[in-house]
C-alpha cells in the first residue's frame, strides 16, 4: 500500500475511534455515575487490529489484589511491583471490556504490512498511542470522574504491563508516527 495512502486510512480511523471512545465513555460514565477511576486502558492487540476500552476504580482494584493475595496466586502479589504490575493489568480489570473495536481488518493489516508482523506491530502501538494521545485531549476525557494518582494506560496484548505504563506516561509527553 502506497505510503500516503496508508497514512491517510491511519488518519481516518483515529478520527474514527476517539469519536467511539468519546461516545462509548460518555455511556458507561452515565451508566456508572458513582464510579471513581484511577485508570483508563487500551488494551490493544495489534496483529489483530482490535483494542479494548477499560477502568477501574481503586475499590474494584483492592477487592481483586485481596482475592489474589489470599488465593492461589498468594505469593506472586506481594512485592510493590507485583502490586503494580496487577494495578495496571487491564486484564484483571472489573471494567475490562467497556467497549471493543475492531479498528483494522486482516486485510487492511495485509495491505499496510504483507507478512512484517514487526513493523505491524510498532506501527500499530504508535498509532495507538495517537489515539490516546487524541483521547486525552477530548472533553469527555476531561469529565471522567478520576482520583488524584489517575494515569491511563495504552499497551498491547502481550506487554510488560509495567514497561506499557512507563511508554505511556511517555508517549503522552512526545510525539511519534509510523
Same mark, same amino acid.
Given at each position: 500500500?502506497?505510503?500516503?495512502?496508508?497514512?491517510?486510512?491511519?488518519? %481516518?480511523?483515529?478520527?474514527?475511534?476517539?469519536?467511539?471512545?468519546?461516545?462509548?465513555?460518555? &455511556? /458507561?460514565?452515565?451508566?456508572?455515575?458513582?464510579?471513581?477511576?484511577?485508570? @483508563?486502558?487500551?488494551?490493544?492487540?495489534?496483529?489483530?487490529?482490535?483494542?479494548?476500552?477499560?477502568?477501574?476504580?481503586?475499590? &474494584? /482494584?483492592?477487592?481483586?489484589?485481596?482475592?489474589?493475595?489470599?488465593?492461589? /496466586?498468594? *505469593?506472586?502479589?506481594?512485592?510493590?511491583?507485583?502490586?503494580?504490575?496487577?494495578?495496571?493489568?487491564?486484564?484483571?480489570?472489573?471494567?475490562?471490556?467497556?467497549?471493543?473495536?475492531?479498528?483494522?481488518?486482516?486485510?487492511?493489516?495485509?495491505?499496510?504490512?504483507?507478512? *512484517?508482523?514487526?513493523?505491524?506491530?510498532?506501527?500499530?502501538?504508535?498509532?495507538?498511542? +495517537?489515539?490516546?494521545?487524541?483521547?486525552?485531549?477530548?472533553? @469527555?476525557?476531561?469529565?471522567?470522574?478520576?482520583?488524584?494518582?489517575?494515569?491511563?494506560?495504552?499497551?498491547?496484548?502481550?506487554?510488560?504491563?509495567?514497561?506499557?505504563?512507563? %511508554?505511556? +506516561?511517555?508517549?503522552?509527553?512526545?510525539?511519534?508516527?509510523?
Amino acid at each position: 500500500m502506497e505510503n500516503n495512502i496508508k497514512e491517510e486510512l491511519l488518519e %481516518r480511523r483515529l478520527r474514527w475511534l476517539v469519536a467511539e471512545l468519546s461516545n462509548d465513555t460518555e &455511556e /458507561f460514565l452515565a451508566a456508572h455515575p458513582e464510579l471513581k477511576f484511577y485508570s @483508563v486502558g487500551l488494551d490493544c492487540n495489534s496483529e489483530y487490529g482490535t483494542m479494548l476500552l477499560c477502568f477501574n476504580t481503586q475499590e &474494584e /482494584f483492592e477487592k481483586t489484589l485481596f482475592k489474589y493475595q489470599n488465593g492461589d /496466586f498468594a *505469593d506472586s502479589y506481594q512485592t510493590a511491583e507485583e502490586i503494580l504490575d496487577l494495578k495496571f493489568n487491564t486484564g484483571d480489570w472489573e471494567y475490562q471490556d467497556v467497549a471493543s473495536y475492531q479498528v483494522f481488518s486482516s486485510d487492511e493489516l495485509m495491505a499496510m504490512f504483507g507478512d *512484517d508482523v514487526d513493523s505491524l506491530i510498532e506501527c500499530m502501538m504508535d498509532f495507538n498511542y +495517537k489515539v490516546l494521545r487524541a483521547f486525552v485531549a477530548t472533553e @469527555v476525557f476531561k469529565i471522567i470522574p478520576k482520583t488524584s494518582d489517575f494515569q491511563p494506560i495504552c499497551l498491547d496484548h502481550e506487554d510488560d504491563v509495567l514497561e506499557a505504563l512507563e %511508554r505511556t +506516561k511517555e508517549v503522552l509527553l512526545t510525539e511519534r508516527s509510523c
